[in-house]
Nanobody, 125 residues
Framework: QVQLVESGGGSVQAGDSLRLSCAAS????????MAWWRQAPGKERDFVAA????????YYADSVKGRFTVSGDSAKNTVTLQMNSLKLEDTAVYYC??????????????????WGQGTQVTVSS
């Protein structure tokens, strides 16, 4: 069984930075994509950013472009999300996800094979 474990969440003020990390453990697997999603209270889970190891290539939601940076290590199945200039609306539980297929649709949650338990990010004024 594969486990994805997020870390780095916390409470910050608007304008601050935060760095999230995700590491895979358990059964060995080869991911093609790793991504970050988030879910605010009472809202659906939304795509934030993804990295495709082949290329590599990165993908971002419009709401975080220019502020967030996704990076990682394909050999270790680790992914990091550097979040700068945080806004109140970035408050959410952030989830790490991994997908094994090359034709994965990065913005479709069901495309991913594994999910972490989430880490809370709270941005206050």
């Amino acid at each position: 069984q594969v486990q994805l474990v997020e870390s780095g969440g916390g409470s910050v003020q608007a304008g601050d930075s935060l760095r999230l990390s995700c590491a895979a453990s358990g059964r060995t697997f080869s991911s093609v994509f790793m991504a970050w999603w988030r879910q605010a209270p009472g809202k659906e889970r939304d795509f934030v950013a993804a990295i495709r190891w082949i290329g590599p290539r990165t993908y971002y939601a419009d709401s975080v472009k220019g502020r967030f940076t996704v990076s990682g290590d394909s050999a270790k199945n680790t992914v990091t999300l550097q979040m700068n200039s945080l806004k109140l609306e970035d408050t959410a539980v952030y989830y790490c996800a991994a997908g094994r297929t090359r034709d994965l649709s990065v913005g479709t949650a069901r495309s991913y094979d594994y999910w972490g338990q989430g880490t809370q990010v709270t941005v206050s004024s």
